[in-house]
Every structure is written in C-alpha cells, then in structure tokens.
C-alpha cells in the first residue's frame, strides 16, 4: 500500500497546503495528514487549533483517501513512523512530505538516519527556497530516496497569511474559525 505522511505547521492550513493534498490523493491510496508542532520554529498557535483548522481544510477537499491522524503527531518524526507502522504495517511503502525549506533541517531531527531508511521523501518546492543540489547529493548519498513532484501550487504561505492577513490564502471554513476564536489578532 503506498501511503503519503504529511505534517504540516498548518499555522493556519493555506490554498498551497489544500493543493499538496489534492495532488497526493491522486498518487497514494492513502493521505495521512497531522498538525505538528516543529520544534526548530518559534512561537505557534496551539495544537488544537491548528489540528481544527486543518480538519476544516482537509474536510472542504472531500477526498476519501484523505484524513487527518491526530495520533501521528510527535515532535520527533521518528515516532511518527513508528505510529504510521503500526496501524499499517512494515510492508506499506510510506512516503514522508516535507516541504524545500526542511532538506538542510533533516539530517539534524531525531535518529535520522534511521528514519530516512524507513521511508521515501517527497520534497515539496516552496517559493523563497531554492532547493540546494549539493543538500540533494548529500541525502542521495546517504541512500535516501527522495523525489520532488512537478507540483504547482499558489505562492502563499502561512506566514504570508499571519503578517498580512490575505484574503484567498484560507478556505472560507478556516477564515471563520480563525474570526470565532480571535486568532492572528
């Protein structure tokens, strides 16, 4: 089974995040999505709302394959794994999507090398980051096997959302959460 593990700050969830899921849904049986809390990134909204927003996001796609796992959140991937094994498996062929920015970050998260032996990356390219070929060549020779998809997405980001508050950046669900509990104020 090919299943496609993604956690996401989703601080808020965006237009680029809801696009990535669509077009994971049309290549893996199975989309896994979580809110993650990265420790490598400063002051976050809570979990919960994050997680919240993110259902919203994901609910508005109507994808069947697609569905928010509260349980694979973990600050250490590793772990997430680990979960993602043990509801489906050792056999499943599992894809981790990360995002360009978080190539250099990898080799510096927990018992990484065992991590990027359990599965395959899917580097997602993310508009302000060029993707390095030498940080390319330094995962390949440590015999990870990664792919980037030919993906457009729109150039939005969470940040871009939270400094400036953009309109057609969230999904119309998501910007009435975001009013019903006064976030980004």
Request: glycine share 6%; hydrophobic share 45%.
């Amino acid at each position: 089974m090919k299943i496609a593990l993604f956690g996401t700050s989703a601080d808020p969830p965006t237009t680029a995040h809801q696009g990535i899921l669509n077009w994971l849904c049309s290549h893996y049986q199975i989309v896994a999505v979580w809110a993650a809390d990265n420790p490598l990134k400063g002051e976050q909204t809570p979990l919960e709302h994050r997680t919240a927003m993110l259902q919203l996001a994901i609910a508005d796609l109507g994808k069947p394959n697609l569905q928010l796992w509260k349980e694979l959140s973990d600050r250490r991937t590793l772990i997430t794994i680990q979960k993602a094994m043990s509801i489906w498996g050792i056999e499943s062929d599992y894809t981790l999507v990360i995002g360009a920015d978080l190539v250099q970050q990898i080799s510096h998260w927990y018992e990484s090398e065992i991590l990027l032996q359990l599965v395959q990356l899917l580097i997602i390219p993310r508009q302000g980051y060029i993707l390095a070929q030498e940080d390319l060549k330094i995962l390949s020779h440590k015999g990870v096997k990664w792919a980037i998809p030919h993906l457009q997405t729109p150039a939005v980001s969470s940040t871009a959302y939270r400094e400036g508050r953009l309109e057609g950046v969230i999904a119309p669900s998501v910007r009435d959460y975001i009013q019903r509990n006064h976030l980004y104020l």
